[in-house]
């Protein structure tokens, strides 16, 4: 009885396989490559971490993403050659995990046929889904995964469908390293990153390299870490001018304010990811004096950018709170596939990849980008202070 | 030198919590043999309990401590009663799957509700540094820690004081017999899930306190910690849940200190294998022979 049941379970996949590969090979010949644009809206998918580890940031892109769609629409569309399209958003969770990011990718391209996907937010999740967009010819651009070798093939060549809308870690690492050397002359750096992302670990490594005084500890904490004073407190034994911790603000918080409460008042520097309020409400405002962080996207290089201003005020608007960088930077994805669909005046996905890949000059939140031949945004840097919770200065980097 | 105490005084402070924790793994390990893994999830609904009346209600520290040891026993008594009672003559691996997918339903339920957004908790009790010898020490690190021994002392009296204690002691060895004798199983269980969640809805609020940041998904390793706390210590002996958690505590901070901070939780979970291959009954454990 067991034996026929598997055969037929067996003989039934095979079937299907068959019928699997014999469709794809139909499909292949038929259409044409990518993702064909019909009727009057311009369909995006958002494969997205809106649960799990990284639900934190996905959310936050998510509501980015939402705001920048609904105010294309009340606009009437993007303009596609003269007829002004919608934006439908198709907006799926890829739980956190690359399994399911792979799979959402396929269901979006395959079934819901976008034209372009905005996501994931980790460069862990984006790298599962790149075999699957690549084969549709469905450009995605991931706000916030950057991990150098994100946008690169194994072989050094550029990803032809992977774009991105932040920094890559080799940009920020060296210039935290310099803003170290060249400001706050530190000689003696504690590293202490985030393990758990490619983020945290490939910032401390590209900021090792880049610095030419002493690393004098390198330790590693994991996202959902709550407890830190065990490594704060040897870093307290050995002397430092001050500590680069790449990583998130929800940790970053708490190590500021266990740091603090242990009596280390040297400088603690980090990266874009501990750039959000909470980070100050995290830590208690009274301990988030000396905070560096490098950002796109701060306050007061934001007062003279008026898209910037536009979008924290609608944002404020409608969340109720202030702009966290990561929807600042899904936002900017939106509008970088709007500006790719209207310079190519076509909504087809390869088109889209096309424009996407010639952006220049695009004035987004944060910053002006130009998209280089590795689809890495070049936009300006800036190194913002807080003291007692606020932003008290910022520092250009050149 | 004062490094080596400072470490001790991190060490202690987390192994409390994680002690608290793996109190309420061992007594329903104890009483119905079930490894409820949707404990750390319990003190998950603690800390936000906490944060909830705090801000809301304006509650101060004591009242909140004791709401949340109230939402937490209530929740234990409910998941129990829902998700375990109706599973109870099934094969242990049900009911063990079973508390896994309770755990991922609080876990995505409050994330779905209450948006997985870290959020700070309120800071009701003013934190003061002491420096004793070079050694800083906070009160609230003294109060976690006062607060887990006075509960873990309490717990120890109702188990071996109190009728309800005997009648969970007759309930653990042997539940046939103990209803043979007029013990209420039902209402004994309901009571050791109320008593293990209270501490689990305390810890929750002793957390939020300390660090200042809670999250949905808070419970997740803090409970699978306190877990190899419980099986550190025995699991089923209540002394060995708190002895296990501290020990647990200091291993994690020590292993930070000594500049292997990549592997804290991989030294936790060998330390977890080391045990079950040379020791499956723990410290305390009663090693039983199986009659066959």
Redo the contacts between chains.
């Keep these: 009885m067991k034996k026929t049941m598997i055969k037929k379970v067996v003989s039934m996949a095979a079937i299907v396989m068959t019928a699997g590969i014999f469709a794809g090979c139909s499909t292949a010949k038929t259409t044409t490559k990518g993702n064909q644009t019909t009727g009057n809206t311009i369909k995006i998918g958002v494969n997205m971490e809106l649960?799990g580890?990284a639900?934190?940031y996905g959310?936050s892109q998510k509501q980015g993403i939402q705001l920048a769609a609904a105010e294309i629409n009340k606009d009437g569309g993007i303009n596609v050659n003269g007829k002004k399209k919608k934006i439908k958003l198709i907006i799926r969770d890829n739980k956190t995990s690359t399994n399911t990011s792979a799979s959402v990718a396929a269901q979006l391209v395959n079934n819901d046929k976008v034209a372009a996907i905005v996501g994931p937010a980790t460069t862990n999740a984006g790298t599962a889904e790149i075999p699957n967009i690549t084969k549709a010819a469905v450009p995605s651009v991931s706000p916030s995964a950057t991990d150098p070798a994100y946008t690169l093939q194994k072989s050094g060549k550029v990803q032809p469908y992977v774009f991105r809308a932040c920094y890559q870690n080799n940009f920020q690492g060296s210039t935290a390293a310099k803003f170290m050397t060249n400001t706050l002359k530190a000689k003696r750096v504690a590293v202490y990153a985030d393990?758990s992302s490619d983020y945290g670990t490939g910032l401390a490594k590209a900021f090792k390299k880049a610095y030419t005084g002493k690393v004098v500890?390198s330790?590693?904490?994991?996202a959902?870490?709550?407890?830190f004073?065990?490594?704060l407190?040897?870093f307290?034994?050995k002397k430092i001018d001050a500590i680069y911790a790449p990583g998130y603000?929800?940790e970053l918080?708490?190590i500021i304010?266990q740091a603090r409460?242990?009596?280390i008042n040297v400088p603690i520097v980090g990266s874009d990811g501990m750039a959000d309020p909470?980070l100050a409400?995290?830590a208690?405002d009274q301990n988030a004096s000396k905070i560096y962080y490098t950002t796109p996207f701060s306050d007061d290089v934001a007062k003279d950018n008026p898209t910037a201003v536009k979008f924290m005020n609608k944002y404020k608007a409608r969340y109720h709170q202030d702009a966290p960088t990561f929807s600042a930077l899904a936002y900017d994805s939106v509008y970088m596939i709007k500006t790719a669909i209207e310079n190519e005046k076509s909504a087809d996905s390869v088109k889209i990849a096309k424009g996407l890949a010639n952006i220049k000059d695009f004035d987004g939140v944060t910053g002006k980008i130009t998209m280089n031949k590795n689809h890495d945004p070049e936009k300006p840097i800036a190194i913002e202070q807080l003291t007692k919770g606020k932003v008290s200065n910022s520092f250009d980097i050149k | 030198m004062e490094?080596f105490f400072?470490?001790i005084i991190?060490?202690l402070?987390?192994g409390s919590i994680y002690a608290l924790l793996a109190l309420g793994y061992t007594m329903v390990y104890g009483i119905i043999k079930l490894i409820n893994f949707a404990h750390g999830d319990i003190y998950m609904l603690g800390a936000f309990w906490g944060y909830y009346v705090i801000n809301v209600w304006h509650f101060n520290f004591i009242s909140a401590l004791l709401s949340a040891m109230l939402v937490g026993a209530a929740s234990g008594v409910i998941i129990e009663y829902f998700a375990y009672r109706p599973l109870r003559r099934s094969p242990r691996i049900t009911a063990l799957i079973t508390a896994i997918g309770v755990s991922f339903l609080l876990e995505?339920g409050m994330?779905?509700l209450f948006?997985?957004?870290?959020r700070?908790f309120p800071?009701i009790i003013k934190?003061v540094?002491y420096h004793i010898g070079g050694v800083?020490i906070?009160n609230i690190q003294i109060l976690i820690l006062v607060t887990a021994c006075v509960l873990m002392v309490l717990l120890q009296l109702i188990i071996k004081k109190t009728k309800m204690g005997r009648a969970m002691r007759a309930v653990s060895v042997d539940p046939d017999a103990a209803e043979l004798v007029g013990i209420n199983i039902n209402w004994t269980i309901s009571f050791t899930f109320a008593l293990g969640s209270a501490l689990a809805g305390a810890a929750g609020v002793l957390?939020g306190l300390y660090?200042?940041?809670i999250?949905p998904?808070?419970g997740?390793?803090?409970g699978i910690k306190a877990f190899v706390a419980a099986v550190l210590g025995g699991i089923g002996s209540v002394p060995g849940a708190s002895v296990g958690g501290f020990i647990i505590g200091i291993l994690?901070?020590?292993v930070?200190?000594i500049?292997l901070?990549?592997y804290k939780?991989a030294v936790v979970y060998f330390v977890l294998i080391v045990i079950l291959l040379i020791l499956p009954a723990g410290i305390f454990g009663k090693n039983t022979k199986e009659k066959v």
């Design positions: 649960s580890a639900a934190g959310n393990n500890d330790q590693f904490f994991t959902g870490d709550k407890d004073n065990a490594v407190t040897s307290k034994s603000y929800n918080g708490l304010k409460q242990a009596g909470k409400q995290i208690g | 490094t400072q470490q991190n060490g402070s987390l995505n994330s779905y948006s997985s957004n870290t700070d800071q934190q540094n800083l906070s957390i660090y200042n940041s999250d998904l808070m997740m390793t803090p994690e901070t020590f930070q200190s500049g901070s990549a939780d």
